[in-house]
Every structure is written in structure tokens, then in C-alpha cells.
């Protein structure tokens, strides 16, 4: 991998994601001021059980580009201990545990992708003036060079 891959957050941010609580409850606990209404549990259905501690990192990219190109550049970052990119329930989470990355930078979770009126869209947050919001955006528009990707990884010991 070359350097255009960089962690803005430290490695060793650790998360909760506590699926024993409702879609409607995790985002309740971010505070977030406006949520995009085709966020429902039957799009983005919590897979897992317990509460299940995750290590997170936050990827940026210095160029444009598409969602599938993320996805690689994330998954080839670290071969031996590969990190996946986050779902809409460690986006919540890490919504609720870190309110203000958002003000800073849109922060995409692109394990979650559900069909929303025939169109494939992913969740993120971002902000709108002081606001912060829990949007949907298209899986095939481009990503800017400023947008940071949420991905994780299960603790391993040492971790």
C-alpha cells in the first residue's frame, strides 16, 4: 500500500457496538439534530448479538474516489489483521463516543449499503452549519479527497 492511506484517529480507538439495542435506540443515543427517514431497521437490520468491543480507525484518501476503490484501500491496508469497513451500527457508535468528527469531515460507514427508492445508498455523518446530521449518500458518486472512511476490526488479544 502507499502512502495514501492514513489514520487520523489512533489505531488503538476501541469501540462498543452493543447490538442488544434497536437501530431506533443506537441512533438516539448519537443526538443527532436531523436523520435521513429511510434509515429503518429493515433496511439496515443489526447484525450481531451483545455488546461486542471492535477497534476502529478512521481512513483518508489524498485523491477522488469511487466507493469500491475505498473499500480495497482499506481491506489491503493491513493483510495479516484486515480491517473491514464499518457498518451503520459502528457508525452509531462511534457517533455517540465522538460527536464532534463530524463537524470536522463527512465519515462514511460503507459496510452498510441498502436499496433506497432502486438506488444503492450508505449512511454517514456529517454537518450543516452547527447541526449534525445522519444522511444517506449514493454508493456510485465519487468520494472527496477530505471525506474519512470508518472501518474496524475485532479486538485481538493485545489489542
Not at 489512533?10 to 443506537?26: C, E, I
Not at 475505498?70 to 457517533?95: M, Q, R, Y
Request: with cysteine; hydrophobic share 40%.
Amino acid at each position: 500500500m502507499n502512502d495514501t492511506t492514513q489514520a487520523l484517529v489512533a489505531d488503538q480507538l476501541h469501540l462498543t457496538v452493543d447490538y442488544g439495542r434497536s437501530l431506533q435506540q443506537m441512533i438516539a443515543s448519537g443526538r443527532y439534530d436531523w436523520i435521513n427517514p429511510d434509515i429503518t431497521a429493515e433496511r439496515f437490520p443489526m447484525v450481531g448479538t451483545g455488546a461486542v468491543p471492535v477497534e476502529a480507525r478512521l481512513f483518508q484518501f489524498d485523491r477522488i474516489l469511487s466507493s469500491e476503490d475505498a473499500v480495497a484501500a482499506i481491506k489491503a491496508t493491513d493483510a495479516e489483521n484486515p480491517w473491514e469497513p464499518a457498518t451503520i451500527a459502528h457508525l452509531l457508535a462511534f457517533g455517540a463516543t465522538h460527536p464532534d468528527e463530524q463537524r470536522q469531515y463527512p465519515i462514511i460507514a460503507l459496510g452498510s449499503v441498502a436499496e433506497v427508492h432502486g438506488i444503492r445508498r450508505v449512511p454517514y455523518l456529517c454537518r450543516s452549519g452547527a447541526e449534525r446530521g445522519l444522511p444517506l449518500r449514493w454508493w456510485d458518486d465519487g468520494w472527496d479527497d477530505f471525506c474519512r472512511f470508518l472501518a474496524v476490526r475485532n479486538r485481538s488479544s493485545g489489542a
